[in-house]
């Protein structure tokens, strides 16, 4: 036996780390991802229609939260509701930031779909009870639970990419992005349409009906009727987490054989085989490119949930006071608008731009592009007619497809950053790539889901203070708000450069 022998028992021990399990779900799925080289709609469906599901309560409140603050009659002057409509849009992200680790751990230990389906019907309960809210406190509570128990964004990020051959990981991550900035758009359009019914649609509810007494109870009843369809979806949703101890068991059986044949064929040399570290022994905190791609991610959204909030508040607020006197249902056909475009650009351009710029240079234009456009907002106010309808829609177009064109790519980075460690990992090629992703997306999520819940409580305090503001000589009023959101894009523009990221290599078979 000589050195041909040695590299056939090789060859037969790296096919051996691809054994596949019988009545596993997760060997399932990779037997299905290896026979099978096209792209996984059914998958991508489900990835898309769950993703949307866990994305319209975040900022369907938006529109009409500048009223439901006003009803409560908790706010003593009218430029103090900017402070409460922060407060009810930070407990959201700030009760998914305390749980998301758990959600990730839960996921990986039991499953990604009883995450998921617990998630959606969090989702039924605590948004038609905030929908049922008659006072403050009733509807800060409901948005906190709400965060706390609804942790399917993450486990679904790591679905997208399980389910996934590596051609397709950058399709998924753009769908979840695609689903995800959708449902911020669209949530906000119903939100936008449908709250205040009876006194929009009197006609239709009288003002003693359940929606006339609830005035913002209908769009949540809405979301919540389709997160329930969602939830009987995901009884079909097949599950990947892998229900076996593959790594023990190839790490014991592998390397023995290995160095029994080793032995006998190199009696006159010694030849000493250590076990290897799994990728799980090694921190994720100290991989550098995910933790800079989360950390850039985190500035990004931070900016995007503030601009969410402030957006809304402008746009409803009075002229008087800088705003443009908007109602709730023409935000949401502002927003709708913007969402009808999106889908197209995210599906249909945004692959072939990331494939030719890379995702870092597209995230970097958008960011370029976001301040001139940001600083042109106070200046809308001037207009008025079919103008000021025409801009504003363009302007919520053009900022919403650069949003989610950034989320996309540091998606994708994040991808990247978490396959290096996993390639290094040659006995447990699925079991420890599961525990990797489920924890690289427990951080993300919730790194993310602390800015994010600074966001609307720092975008809500920025635009009551910019309120009281109206006749300083620098910067009066909202030129304030949107000079402060370019400071943090300016910010998060320039960690997209060397040293701060670094960016993996994406060379890797």
Not at 100 to 118: E, N, Q, T
Request: with cysteine; proline share 5%.
């Amino acid at each position: 036996m000589g050195e041909n022998d040695d590299h056939d028992v090789t060859e037969r021990l790296l096919k051996k780390k691809k054994k596949y399990y019988e009545n596993c779900p997760g060997c399932e799925i990779e037997l299905l991802k290896e026979s099978n080289s096209a792209v996984p709609f059914r998958h991508l469906f489900f990835v898309w229609v769950i993703v949307l599901c866990a994305a319209l309560p975040i900022s369907c409140l938006f529109p009409f939260l500048y009223f439901m603050i006003r009803d409560f009659h908790i706010a003593k002057r009218e430029e103090d509701i900017g402070y409460y409509a922060g407060y009810v849009g930070s407990a959201f992200m700030f009760g998914r930031a305390l749980t998301s680790i758990l959600w990730g751990m839960i996921a990986d230990r039991y499953g990604r779909k009883p995450v998921i389906m617990f998630g959606a019907m969090a989702i039924v309960i605590f948004n038609t009870l905030f929908g049922l809210s008659t006072n403050f406190w009733m509807a800060v509570s409901a948005r906190f639970l709400l965060g706390s128990l609804c942790g399917m964004l993450g486990p679904m990020r790591a679905y997208a990419s399980e389910v996934c051959r590596k051609e397709y990981q950058a399709l998924g991550m753009s769908i979840i992005s695609t689903s995800w900035g959708i449902g911020l758009v669209i949530g906000p359009a119903i939100g936008g349409f449908l709250a205040q019914p009876a006194e929009k649609y009197p006609s239709v509810f009288s003002k003693d009906s359940l929606f006339g007494r609830f005035p913002y109870f209908l769009p949540c009843l809405i979301i919540s009727v389709f997160s329930l369809g969602v939830f009987i979806i995901c009884c079909y949703l097949p599950e990947t987490l892998h229900s076996h101890k593959e790594c023990d068991e190839a790490s014991d059986d592998s390397y023995d054989a290995l160095e029994a044949t080793l032995s006998k064929s190199n009696m006159d040399e010694k030849v000493q085989i250590t076990e290897p570290r799994c990728a799980s022994q090694k921190s994720l905190l100290k991989n550098w490119p995910l933790m800079s791609s989360i950390i850039v991610y985190c500035v990004f959204q931070l900016h995007d949930m503030a601009y969410s909030e402030i957006f809304s508040l402008w746009a409803v607020s009075p002229r008087k006071n800088g705003g443009l006197s908007f109602s709730s249902a023409d935000v949401g056909e502002v927003l709708a608008v913007s969402g009808l475009g999106l889908l197209v650009f995210q599906l249909l351009f945004y692959p072939l731009l990331e494939r030719n710029l890379g995702a870092v240079m597209v995230s970097r234009i958008g960011a370029v592009l976001t301040i001139p456009l940001l600083s042109s907002y106070p200046y809308m106010a001037m207009l008025t007619g079919i103008t000021l309808t025409l801009v504003v829609n363009s302007a919520s177009f053009l900022k919403n497809l650069i949003c989610v064109s950034i989320t996309t790519g540091l998606f994708l980075l994040q991808n990247r950053a978490v396959f290096l460690i996993l390639v290094n990992c040659p006995t447990c090629p699925h079991c420890q790539t599961q525990q990797q992703r489920g924890a690289a997306n427990g951080i993300s999520m919730s790194a993310m889901s602390l800015c994010k819940a600074a966001g609307p409580a720092a975008g809500g305090a920025l635009f009551a203070w910019a309120q009281r503001r109206l006749n300083a000589f620098f910067l009066p009023g909202d030129q304030m708000v949107f000079f402060i959101l370019n400071i943090i894009e300016v910010v998060g523009l320039l960690l997209t450069f060397k040293p701060f990221l670094a960016v993996p290599d994406d060379n890797i078979s």
